[in-house]
């Protein structure tokens, strides 16, 4: 997108603002227009570009690890096939270092969670204007919107609906395997009886219940939290190639640099966020006694 079109404000607030689609007041269903009318949308909109983006890198980890268990060998494996095995006992060792009981589900659950959200994380080493710019160009020579309105994220952990949905997921499985383990009565009794025992029910169950709900939401916020932060530097150090040449080349040293450090942290987060799901999952199936 062209600084000359829109001050820095607005060029900051455009390159934060999901294409959203849903019911508008006034004109039935569509895009919004400003953040204002996405908001107005209510509970039911839904975040296109993150979805679609979300989407489309899960079926490409499906295809690529389908592919290299079809066409894996015992004999010369090739380097797609170590850097897949690499990965696979990566997570094996992952799992079994944190994880105390047995359940099938557990390691390709890992397995997912980390390349899944390392490749959405990984989205965000794209420059920043080059896909938004794209869809600009699609949605005024296609469909004939006016690009100013035409919004795209393409990293789809800086959305914390798709953060917050992740979490919820894995709370799901917590709360399924720790009536199933426990069975119903052991896990309410986890709550209103840890660690005080029966005469301190009310601050256990305040202790206990304030620890659970914060597993999701600590879990969502903190990959939130960070990809948000780490879009908007790469969006802030754009914004120096339309203030001359000196400040332009700059900002490439910036943008090298940060991108650079970024790795570390799409990575960590992925790291993070599946070893906290093992733990929590290691957890729910533990009795206490």
Not at 40 to 46: C, D, P, R, S, Y
Not at 95 to 110: E, H, W, Y
Not at 114 to 127: C, E, G, R, S
Not at 214 to 233: D, H, Q
């Amino acid at each position: 997108m062209s600084s000359e079109t829109l001050t820095s404000a607005g060029y900051i607030k455009h390159h934060l603002q999901n294409l959203t689609f849903g019911h508008l007041p006034d004109s039935g269903w569509g895009f919004a227009h400003n953040a204002q009318e996405a908001k107005e949308m209510g509970f039911w909109a839904i975040n296109v570009d993150s979805m679609a983006w979300s989407i489309l890198l899960g079926l490409a980890f499906v295809y690529l690890f389908h592919r290299v268990a079809k066409s894996a060998t015992s004999d010369t494996p090739g380097g797609l096939q170590n850097f897949v095995e690499w990965i696979v006992d990566f997570i094996e060792t992952s799992v079994r270092g944190s994880f105390a009981g047995k359940n099938d589900l557990v390691a390709p659950l890992a397995l997912t969670i980390f390349v899944w959200i390392f490749l959405m994380n990984l989205m965000d080493l794209i420059p920043v204007d080059w896909l938004p710019m794209l869809a600009q160009w699609i949605g005024e020579h296609v469909f004939g919107a006016d690009p100013h309105h035409v919004f795209h994220r393409v990293v789809p952990s800086t959305d914390p609906n798709i953060t917050f949905g992740m979490a919820l997921a894995v709370f799901g499985l917590m709360l399924y395997y720790s009536v199933k383990i426990k069975g119903a009565g052991g896990f309410l009794g986890e709550l209103a009886f840890q660690p005080f025992g029966k005469p301190g029910l009310p601050a256990n169950l305040v202790l206990e219940g304030v620890s659970l709900i914060a597993k999701p939401v600590s879990l969502s916020l903190r990959l939130f939290g960070n990809m948000y932060a780490g879009e908007t530097i790469f969006i802030l150090i754009a914004l120096m190639y339309s203030a001359g040449w000196a400040l332009g080349i700059f900002g490439g040293f910036l943008q090298l640099g940060w991108a650079i450090f970024h790795i570390l942290i799409i990575t960590l987060q992925a790291f993070i966020f599946m070893t906290l799901t093992i733990v929590y999952l290691d957890m729910a199936h533990q009795e206490h006694h």
